[in-house]
């Protein structure tokens, strides 16, 4: 059994793991190479405070004011109890919406594992909106101390503002009357937008601000209007951030560009190692096909850019404390060498090696390797390891387009 914990005396290592936590899952977290501290770098410095499971903004402000509704009971015991009421009081206030509106919970009701508050609660401390750190244990501890030697009132059944410290910021929008017991919905009024805006405007997962002009909120939330952009780097509004922003994008977007094709090639060689048959053979063609195509497509001035700037990856690990070893920059740094020529990598069993090599290396150990074990090759369905990197882009896209159109505007 794999096991994770911590000494509960250390916030900030605890937020930091809390925060590795989050990023390694969702629809992105699939990381058969070994690169994702260095995808989480980026996405971090473009999109703090958002993980790949988020998926509406308000949620922000619903888990603060279930909170603070929480933080007038008695013991901890008792306001983590009434938090995990006010969570499933939610989801029953949102279940109008139906299935696909990112409703946290809508199928599994009372017996949802992971709540809003944990979902989020990295990310209100990254936005400024939590201000106490450690995991909510910790938080609710503090509170019931706070309010027992008098320092605190009661907030109430209407989630009124307060000027009183529960630990979260005492400046964000008054709740709903009545919540969480109405209805609801992810319609930001002009107050609760400009509020969140700002919050992600100035977030940086680095508490002394470094990285913080790689923060694309600033430039993307001005643009007031939805869009389908189907990567950060096609964004309207590209042309007008700074110039190291930009900078870090196109790395970013070489990176990502680059770094697919491993992935593919990757598919190529389980793929290849899976017993012949009508079935392992349009396997074997589709995903040639793809890495054709990917190799094709490639720009050989991602290639250029990205060979020279492999020294700045491990400095992004340092800014996120995401721990980017030398192992993956060697990885990096030679995959990107054999891309000056990738129509040849297919049939190259240099490439071929490299790719294989890697994931037995980070996956042996653990009995997941598919390149050694045919087991797990028969429990591989052929779909693609890895989708190309978006950098959390869908999950900042959907809260730019929330914050895009208020409802009272």
């Not at 929480?70 to 901890?76: F, I, K, L, M």
């Not at 952009?229 to 196109?250: F, N, T, Y």
């Not at 060697?330 to 490299?354: I, M, N, Y």
Request: aromatic share 8%; charged share 25%.
């Amino acid at each position: 059994m794999n096991f994770l914990g911590w000494v509960d005396h250390d916030p900030r290592q605890e937020d930091a793991i809390l925060r590795a936590l989050g990023a390694a899952k969702g629809h992105d977290a699939r990381d058969e190479l070994g690169l994702g501290a260095i995808r989480d770098s980026f996405a971090d410095l473009f999109f703090p405070g958002i993980s790949t499971i988020q998926q509406r903004v308000r949620y922000f402000l619903f888990v603060q004011w279930c909170c603070e509704i929480a933080a007038s009971q008695g013991e901890a015991d008792r306001v983590l109890a009434r938090l995990r009421e006010s969570e499933e009081t939610l989801i029953h206030s949102l279940e109008h919406l139906g299935e696909g509106h990112g409703v946290i919970g809508i199928l599994s009701k009372e017996d949802l594992k992971r709540t809003p508050s944990e979902i989020y609660w990295n990310g209100l401390l990254v936005l400024g909106m939590r201000r106490t750190r450690g995991n909510r244990r910790r938080w609710a501890r503090q509170a019931a101390a706070s309010r027992s030697s008098g320092r605190t009132d009661s907030l109430g059944e209407d989630a009124a503002k307060t000027s009183v410290d529960l630990g979260f910021d005492p400046e964000r929008p008054q709740a709903p009357k009545g919540f969480p017991g109405v209805e609801l919905d992810f319609a930001l009024n002009v107050a609760e937008a400009d509020f969140l805006r700002s919050r992600l405007v100035n977030g940086c997962v680095d508490p002394a601000g470094r990285g913080h002009e790689y923060n694309l909120f600033g430039t993307f939330a001005r643009y007031r209007h939805k869009t389908d952009a189907q990567a950060l780097w096609d964004h309207p509004r590209i042309s007008g951030l700074k110039a190291e922003a930009r900078d870090m994008v196109m790395l970013g977007a070489a990176f990502a560009r680059i770094m697919y094709g491993a992935a593919i090639l990757y598919n190529v060689c389980v793929a290849r190692l899976m017993p012949s048959n009508e079935s392992t053979e349009r396997l074997r063609s589709a995903h040639a096909t793809a890495f054709i195509g990917w190799a094709e497509a490639l720009n050989p001035a991602d290639v250029t850019l990205l060979d020279r700037r492999i020294p700045d990856l491990q400095a992004l690990g340092a800014i996120t404390r995401h721990g980017i070893n030398d192992r993956a920059i060697a990885f990096v740094r030679r995959w990107t060498q054999l891309c000056g020529e990738p129509l040849k990598l297919l049939h190259d069993p240099t490439a071929s090696l490299l790719v294989s090599n890697r994931e037995v290396y980070l996956k042996t150990s653990s009995g997941t390797s598919r390149i050694r074990s045919a087991k797990q090759r028969e429990r591989w369905r052929g779909e693609p390891g890895s989708q190309q990197m978006d950098f959390r882009w869908f999950v900042a896209r959907s809260c730019l387009n929330d914050l895009a159109t208020p409802a009272d505007a």
